[in-house]
């Protein structure tokens, strides 16, 4: 039997941030922690690229756009989708998050989902760099490490 385990070595990966602007006082953080993340795993500053769009929808089509490019290892998607700022929290956080997933197994590229989904801004704090981490460091870890564990186990194929 074989195993593959992933390591976050970022060097030589090319990386794309698409962050929201909608809640974008969290989303700054998140992108923060996301770009100090692959930083510190070694890519290079001048491989990440951040794009802005208007809120959590418009993530997923951006991702898919910068996917088709073949530019990327990987993408990071940024948002913060707060429950008491709209009607529609359930559309925007569960489209947002089937969008990026789509994305992926669409173009085969490395998507992770760093969009909160919270209650209150309290909250979106506490994952945007306090008490509960950083939820887009994580996303970028989990890219690095995904491709680095899809790299193994495909030989790169
Ligand atoms: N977009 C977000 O990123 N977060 C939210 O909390 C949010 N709320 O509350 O509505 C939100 N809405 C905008 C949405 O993502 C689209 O930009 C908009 O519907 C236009 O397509």
Redesign the pocket.
Same mark, same amino acid.
């Given at each position: 039997m074989t195993t593959f385990h992933g390591r976050p070595d970022g060097s030589g990966r090319r990386v794309a941030l698409v962050c929201?602007r909608?809640?974008d006082l969290v989303v700054d953080r998140l992108r923060h922690g996301a770009h100090d993340t692959l930083i510190r795993h070694g890519v290079d500053d001048e491989a990440i690229d951040t794009v802005w769009v208007?809120?959590?929808?418009?993530i997923p089509l951006a991702a898919k756009a910068l996917a088709g490019t073949g530019r990327y290892d990987a993408i990071v998607g940024l948002?913060? !989708?707060?429950r008491g700022?709209?009607y529609?929290?359930e559309v !925007?956080s569960n489209q947002s998050a089937a969008g990026l997933t789509r994305v992926a197994l669409d173009t085969g590229v490395v998507v992770t989902n760093g969009i909160i989904t919270v209650d209150t801004m309290d909250q979106a704090l506490e994952r945007a760099g306090s008490k509960a981490g950083n939820k887009g460091a994580e996303a970028a870890l989990s890219a690095l490490e995904t491709v680095d564990a899809i790299g193994r186990a495909t030989d790169g194929l």
């Amino acid at each position: 039997m074989t195993t593959f385990h992933g390591r976050p070595d970022g060097s030589g990966r090319r990386v794309a941030l698409v962050c929201s602007r909608f809640n974008d006082l969290v989303v700054d953080r998140l992108r923060h922690g996301a770009h100090d993340t692959l930083i510190r795993h070694g890519v290079d500053d001048e491989a990440i690229d951040t794009v802005w769009v208007p809120g959590a929808l418009e993530i997923p089509l951006a991702a898919k756009a910068l996917a088709g490019t073949g530019r990327y290892d990987a993408i990071v998607g940024l948002g913060a !989708v707060m429950r008491g700022a709209t009607y529609h929290f359930e559309v !925007v956080s569960n489209q947002s998050a089937a969008g990026l997933t789509r994305v992926a197994l669409d173009t085969g590229v490395v998507v992770t989902n760093g969009i909160i989904t919270v209650d209150t801004m309290d909250q979106a704090l506490e994952r945007a760099g306090s008490k509960a981490g950083n939820k887009g460091a994580e996303a970028a870890l989990s890219a690095l490490e995904t491709v680095d564990a899809i790299g193994r186990a495909t030989d790169g194929l």
